[in-house]
């Protein structure tokens, strides 16, 4: 059974800083693109940023562009999150997909696996 499991969420200040992690299981992804989303209540779920299989390339969404950074360890079949200069409008459920791209990727369709997601709230 292919699982995806986020960790790290949890109550913030703002300018404060939280690193997620997912941990895959079931199946390898050394040889997909990975990429983290982010849902807020009453809103769409929205991307937030993906990296390439290899982890050479990474892109973000403008909101979140010089203050998120992600990383993978295909060692560990493991992605981060590292959130640094959170905002209240950070706060949302993130969660973490595998593509079925190598290519690093902002289009959801492209996601066949997701994990159950971890919430993150930054107070003001």
């Known amino acids: 059974q292919v699982q995806l499991v986020e960790s790290g969420g949890g109550l913030v200040q703002a300018g404060g800083s939280l690193r997620l992690s997912c941990a895959a299981s079931?199946?390898?992804?050394?040889?997909?693109?990975m990429g983290w989303f982010r849902q807020a209540p009453g809103k769409e779920r929205e991307f937030v940023g993906t990296?390439?299989?290899?982890?050479?390339?990474?892109y973000y969404a403008d909101s979140v562009k010089g203050r998120f950074t992600i990383s993978r360890d295909n060692a560990k079949n493991t992605v981060y999150l590292q959130m640094n200069s959170l905002k209240p409008e950070d706060t949302a459920v993130y969660y973490c997909?595998?593509?079925?791209?190598?290519?690093?990727?902002?289009?959801?369709?492209?996601?066949?696996?997701w994990g159950q997601g971890t919430q993150v709230t930054v107070s003001s």
């Open positions: 997909a595998a593509s079925r791209l190598l290519i690093p990727n902002r289009t959801m369709a492209f996601y066949d696996y």
């Open positions: 079931g199946r390898t992804f050394s040889n997909n693109a």
């Open positions: 990296i390439s299989w290899n982890g050479g390339s990474t």
